[in-house]
């Protein structure tokens, strides 16, 4: 199935993508993790705002999601107590966000 947005969407289409049951029940740990990091990174570049995604800040998700797996398997720790795997999985989702806004309509 294609992704398309909920403005788009039917009723039966929305059914049809299990959020809770699908991704957050399997991965509440993980999710966890990577809302923590996103956190961690808003008090790095704007600890004076609400916690927001500054896309004016990064535009190298996928060599960034590299860098931390390679990283990864030397340390599973990066110098600022999160795990490459957390920042990885960020990443990941970041670069999955933006193709899909660029591509997905």
């Not at 959020?19 to 008090?43: E, H, I, R, W």
Request: charged letters at 25%; hydrophobic letters at 35%; glycine letters at 4%.
């Amino acid at each position: 199935m294609k992704f398309k947005y909920p403005k788009t969407m039917t009723s039966k289409e929305r059914k049809g993508m299990p959020v809770f049951t699908g991704v957050l029940k399997y991965f509440p740990d993980a999710l966890k993790a990577v809302s923590q990091c996103s956190l961690a990174g808003n008090n790095q570049h704007h600890p004076d705002k609400e916690l927001h995604w500054d896309k004016t800040k990064s535009f190298d998700n996928e060599d960034a999601l590299v860098r931390h797996l390679i990283d990864h398997s030397q340390n599973p720790m990066d110098d600022d107590g999160i795990l490459h795997l957390t920042k990885c999985a960020w990443r990941s989702l970041a670069a999955l966000q933006i193709y899909l806004e660029n591509n997905g309509k």
